[in-house]
């Protein structure tokens, strides 16, 4: 069964900074991607950052580029979520995913879903 854990949300002030983990388990880890995607209310869920394992690099959407930064720590089958100059525009429910067939900025694309961790911006 996969699992996906997310934690290190909060409050924060603009222009502060939040690092978000997702941790799973149950997953060939190795072989797949790990995504972030958030959720502000009244609005779509969007693609926030994706990375991909095997070859060590990481997409951004467009509103994140040069603030947010994606890793991942193989040993604790962890994903983080490193979120600087944050903005009120930023408040939003952040979900971890994985599992991903196709295109990395659709949701529909992702086969497993964390339950999300909030983060505010003020």
């Known amino acids: 069964q996969v699992q996906l854990v997310e934690s290190g949300g909060g409050s924060v002030q603009a222009g502060g900074s939040l690092r978000l983990s997702c941790a799973f388990s149950?997953?060939?880890?190795?072989?797949?991607?790990m995504g972030w995607f958030r959720q502000a209310p009244g609005k779509q869920r969007e693609e926030v950052a994706v990375?991909?394992?095997?070859?060590?690099?990481?997409k951004y959407g467009d509103s994140v580029k040069g603030r947010f930064t994606i890793s991942r720590e193989s040993a604790k089958n962890t994903v983080y979520l490193q979120m600087n100059r944050l903005t009120v525009e930023d408040t939003a429910i952040y979900t971890c995913?994985?599992?991903?067939?196709?295109?990395?900025?659709?949701?529909?694309?992702?086969?497993?879903w964390g339950q999300g961790t909030q983060v505010t911006g003020s």
């Open positions: 995913a994985t599992g991903l067939r196709g295109a990395w900025d659709r949701a529909r694309n992702y086969q497993y």
């Open positions: 149950g997953y060939t880890y190795s072989a797949h991607c």
């Open positions: 990375a991909y394992i095997n070859t060590r690099s990481a």
